[in-house]
């Protein structure tokens, strides 16, 4: 499919550099180019200037809005492409470099592949472990690593060794490793650096990137079936009013759309509800993975460690592990995963891992050294028994917004990017075998099931349910050791999760209260001074994109049953609780947006269900590094 003619309504904007971009077509995504349109979409990157530093409360200059004009009134952009993604990740890229590849064996260079990312450049908002197992990545590109490829990804330190430790407060107690741990093969690599090189390969093959632009709108035709999406508006203020910067929108209308938002995608929310996607499957359950980077000492640094470990400090009715991965010079990737069904609201999973680094196991190896680098994100784990309808009328679900991790192998990475490469070959197949009405992807829910996501995650489907049982932790570990090493996946019966993860939090007045230590500035850290580390950014005179409805009515129904659990969970202090004797409950409710690093942990475990995860403006939100 050409590219079309754009409205004439463009006319008017003739000058602006977006405008031209799409009316002549594509050009090279090369530096000056995506300086040129983003720059043109004004994402808060730039409309900053700077990076602001990370605040507790919300500043109340706000700009002068236009108080008559509806932007709503005012006619979006558009263009028409053949494939839209929505999510510039492994996932993403995978199906965007396969698109590309079949289109241009087939000699159909005309083939619009468009990705849309809404962090500022790409792998600014990526953060994973990493530990990659290579499997799709050598049938992507094969030379990805060859010597005698000048573009290889360098950045790779092989995985040598493999470390499983169950913790008490002050031991480190060896244990095997299941079969699906070892990294044999495998490469410690940091996934943000990835990605950017995986957006290298797709822009040298055709692919149209276009970083800052934030999808918030899924676009239908008259028939129901996806038609793309749109962008949210640029310079509206914090109460909804257009500024001077205001600027519409964009449309980008495909026969196909790909979601890869990662994990709880907010578009994708909307998909799941619309087709019912969830009809033959489970509810999806959640973990929240905290990360930091850091600089070691040389003589405690062993290229190509990978430790895991399980137990302390989490207690035994909560599910998760910590890591510890040597890479590149003197690096080590150090975080804690913690399952988002745990009961306690107590709780703080920022806390516990600041603890954790304490643990003598950690702590000698982080003495000395330098944390340059601060990430989190939620991740799926619901596994097999979560995975939704992904083919939905006019597009899919790819990668984690579809739930695709391996969670006893602790990888994920690979079986996105297979479903990426999945996902193109059903999209490019139905494209050129019809040239009009809507496209349903029945090939891409075969190919899925014939593939190795499939029977990989199935095998291990009963592990992480099995946590679910009386015995918590320890029925878990022992029950999961069966099906590594006997069952092997083929038992007749299929365990189911537990409640929703929002749904399993208790009464406050019902846990025991935790108290967590003062960070010592070496080792732990406050929150804001690691939410300072990730770069962070948010224009505050926006729209507040972490949307609750009534601000009081929620801290009314929250606050008297779980005393705060949102300033707990979020691991970058967005929610507090303030004293305010004019309050009936003697606290407000506050969020503080522009801290927000886009995990979606708000949006999953708020008990009540009253928080909702948007797009906020183009650009914004953290830049990782190394992570």
């Known amino acids: 499919m050409a590219s079309k003619a754009l409205s004439s309504s463009l006319s008017r904007r003739c000058l602006n550099p977006t405008a031209r971009i799409l009316r002549n077509g ?20 730039y409309i900053a200037g700077q990076r602001r530093a990370i605040t507790s409360t919300a500043r109340s200059r706000l700009a002068e809005a236009q108080e008559s004009f509806d932007p709503r009134q005012q006619e979006r952009e558009s263009d028409e492409v053949d494939v839209c993604i929505v999510g510039g990740g492994p996932a993403g890229l995978s199906a965007a470099i396969r698109l590309k590849q079949l289109a241009n064996e087939a000699g159909n260079e005309d083939f619009r592949v468009l990705l849309l990312e809404k962090a500022g450049e790409l792998g600014d908002h990526i953060v994973s472990g990493n530990v990659i197992e290579p499997s799709a990545l050598n049938e992507l590109l094969p030379d990805w690593n ?3 490829n000048p573009n290889r990804f360098e950045h790779v330190t092989a995985a040598k060794a493999d470390k499983l430790r169950f913790l008490t407060k002050t031991m480190a107690i060896p244990i095997p490793k299941p079969p699906q741990m070892n990294n044999h093969g495998n490469f410690i690599i940091s996934l943000n650096q990835f990605t950017k090189w995986l957006g290298e ?6 692919v149209e990137i276009y970083p800052g632009f934030a999808a918030s709108e899924v676009l239908y035709n008259s028939d129901g079936s996806v038609k793309g999406v749109a962008t949210n508006d640029l310079g509206i203020s914090r109460a ?9 929108g964009m449309e980008f209308r495909a026969r196909v759309t790909l979601l890869a938002e990662g994990c709880h995608g907010s578009l994708t929310k909307q998909i799941v509800k619309k087709f019912d996607l969830r009809r033959d499957s489970q509810h999806q359950t959640y973990g929240l993975g905290i990360k930091e980077v850091w600089e070691i000492d040389p003589e405690k ?13 989490l207690p035994s009715n909560t599910y998760g592990g910590g890591w510890m991965y040597h890479f590149g010079e003197n690096m080590v990737s150090i975080g804690l995963v913690v399952g988002l069904d745990y009961p306690n609201p107590w709780l703080s999973p920022y806390g516990e891992f600041q603890k954790m680094k304490h643990h003598p196991l950690y702590k000698s190896t982080l003495e000395g050294g330098k944390c340059i680098s601060y990430a989190a994100r939620t991740l799926n784990e619901g596994g097999f028994q979560s995975i939704p309808k992904c083919a939905f009328p006019g597009g899919a679900l790819i990668g984690d917004t579809a739930g695709f991790l391996n969670v006893p192998k602790i990888k994920g990475t690979h079986t996105a990017m297979r479903s990426g490469m999945l996902a193109a070959e059903a999209t490019y197949t139905a494209l050129t075998s019809t040239d009009e009405g809507s496209v349903f992807l029945y090939d891409y829910e075969d190919k899925l099931r014939d593939s190795t996501i499939w029977s990989e995650l199935k095998t291990v489907r009963n592990m992480r349910p099995s946590f679910h049982t009386p ?6 570990v022992m029950y999961s050791g069966l099906e590594a090493y006997i069952f092997r996946g083929k038992t007749p019966w299929t365990l189911k999760h537990g409640k929703p993860d929002h749904a399993a939090t208790k009464l406050a007045d019902k846990c025991k209260k935790i108290e967590y230590p003062k960070p010592d500035g070496k080792i732990s850290f406050d929150i804001l001074t690691s939410v300072s580390r990730s770069g962070t950014n948010h224009e505050e005179d926006q729209p507040v994109h972490l949307q609750v409805k009534d601000w009081d009515k929620h801290a009314q129904l929250e606050w008297p049953k779980y005393k705060g659990v949102e300033n707990r969970f979020c691991p970058a202090g967005v929610y507090e609780y303030v004293e305010d004797g004019s309050k009936d409950i003697g606290v407000r409710f506050q969020i503080n947006a522009q801290n927000c690093v886009h995990c979606k942990t708000c949006d999953i475990k708020v008990p009540d269900q009253d928080i909702n995860w948007t797009t906020p403006q183009g650009g914004e939100g953290p830049k990782y590094v190394l992570t």
């Not at 390969?201 to 055709?206: L, Y």
């Not at 015995?471 to 878990?476: A, E, H, R």
Request: glycine share 12%; proline share 9%; charged share 25%.
């Open 471 to 476: 015995l918590g932790l320890y029925g878990g």
């Open 146 to 148: 060859a010597e005698d």
């Open 201 to 206: 390969r797709a822009e040298e093959i055709g």
């Open 26 to 45: 594509p050009r090279p995504f090369a530096a000056a180019t995506r300086r040129t349109l983003l720059e043109a979409y004004r994402p808060a990157i």
């Open 240 to 248: 909804g009013k257009p500024k001077d910067s205001f600027e519409r």
């Open 301 to 313: 640094f062993q290229s190509g460690l990978v430790v895991h470990s399980m137990g302390f400090p």
